[in-house]
């Protein structure tokens, strides 16, 4: 909330208050106000108010705890038809074993921030002691968003996580393994992940849009996966080319696919949400260290640059909408340097030789 002074041509002045109303600046004059001092008390007697949910009869529930709220949240989610609503549902569990039954209108900024402290500090799924900065921010994200859906749903006057801020990420990962690698891999992967594997692998496509892929966008007769607007996470159309290996896969998969069921990969009979103690399991059997399923994007980007695909067409079928973006996920390695000294020292044999030939 703040305080202002107005003064009119005709030298007469007046006091006025502005404070957040679902989301929106209002501003109020002070009634018979004629010093800072009768503004000041005005407006701690309104934010009084606010915080106890009467002004002007808003509806604003001081009784309801986060836990509820996250619950009716999660609905509302649910209800929007969010693709990511398994990882919306882990982390708002998160959120709630750390707020519980905490009135929502009395969180703060501070304890938004000292949520972010404590995530910080968490152990990491590979027990690392603390956790990443990308990942706390996911958190941070889902906490802002959450309680926006919370002021526009009139629980709460304004939210407290709005200037909570992002932590600097430096995630930028460059992690490639060889190709025998990967097959050891897939040997020793549960028979379920194989096939998201063998699709990120050769396509470079997200977990999501592998998990959430269904028949209708699998086009066998163009060998071409097309993933529409709302199935992407840039909202845009893509393309993705199958090669031979992927094509027997989706044969194969298609021969024992489930006639009422649309999605491609399943398990257990139902969508597949989750697939990290699986890819955990197979990495640690087969020996690699350090790599994240999302690392079978940068595979894909390096391998592809490797075999002399231009930078736009491997964007395309990635879905990456910046060169910044891309250029992380394409790693150079001590194959790509020795090869540039090969032909560095090729053209300067050439130079040489027509330099003598010129004499």
Not at 47 to 76: C, R, S, V
Not at 277 to 303: P, Q, Y
Request: hydrophobic share 35%.
């Amino acid at each position: 909330m703040s305080v202002g002074k107005r003064v009119r041509r005709d030298g007469t002045v007046s006091w006025y208050i502005q404070y957040p109303v679902n989301g929106k600046r209002t501003t109020e004059i002070v009634p018979g106000a004629t010093t800072e001092r009768q503004a000041r008390l005005y407006e701690a007697k309104r934010l009084a108010e606010i915080k106890q949910a009467n002004f002007w009869n808003m509806g604003f529930d001081p009784h309801i705890t986060f836990e509820q709220w996250a619950k009716q949240y999660l609905e509302i989610k649910e209800a929007q038809g969010r693709r990511t609503i398994s990882h919306i549902r882990e982390v708002v569990s998160r959120l709630t074993d750390y707020f519980g039954n905490k009135p929502l209108c009395k969180i703060t900024k501070s304890d938004a921030d000292r949520y972010v402290s404590w995530r910080r500090k968490g152990k990491t799924r590979c027990g690392e002691k603390m956790m990443k900065e990308s990942t706390v921010n996911r958190d941070i994200a889902q906490l802002k968003n959450l309680f926006e859906e919370a002021v526009r749903n009139g629980k709460i006057p304004s939210n407290p996580a709005k200037y909570t801020e992002f932590l600097d990420e430096n995630n930028v990962r460059k992690r490639v393994i060889a190709p025998e690698e990967f097959d050891r891999l897939v040997k020793f992967a549960a028979d379920h992940i194989k096939g998201p594997l063998l699709v990120a692998y050769y396509t470079g496509m997200r977990r999501g849009e592998i998990l959430n892929l269904t028949w209708d966008r699998v086009d066998m007769k163009r060998r071409m996966i097309i993933l529409d607007p709302p199935n992407t996470k840039t909202n845009r159309k893509r393309l993705v080319p199958m090669n031979e290996i992927l094509v027997r896969l989706f044969m194969e998969l298609s021969k024992v696919r489930p006639i009422d069921h649309k999605n491609v990969f399943t398990y257990k009979g139902k969508r597949m949400e989750t697939l990290y103690s699986a890819f955990e399991s197979a990495c640690k059997k087969a020996g690699i260290e350090d790599f994240h399923f999302h690392d079978l994007r940068h595979c894909f980007n390096t391998r592809a640059r490797k075999a002399g695909i231009h930078d736009h067409v491997i964007m395309a079928i990635t879905g990456h909408t910046t060169l910044e973006m891309f250029e992380r996920y394409d790693t150079v390695d001590e194959e790509d340097i020795l090869k540039a000294a090969e032909i560095l020292e090729e053209k300067c044999s050439e130079n040489a030789a027509q330099e003598n030939e010129n004499g």
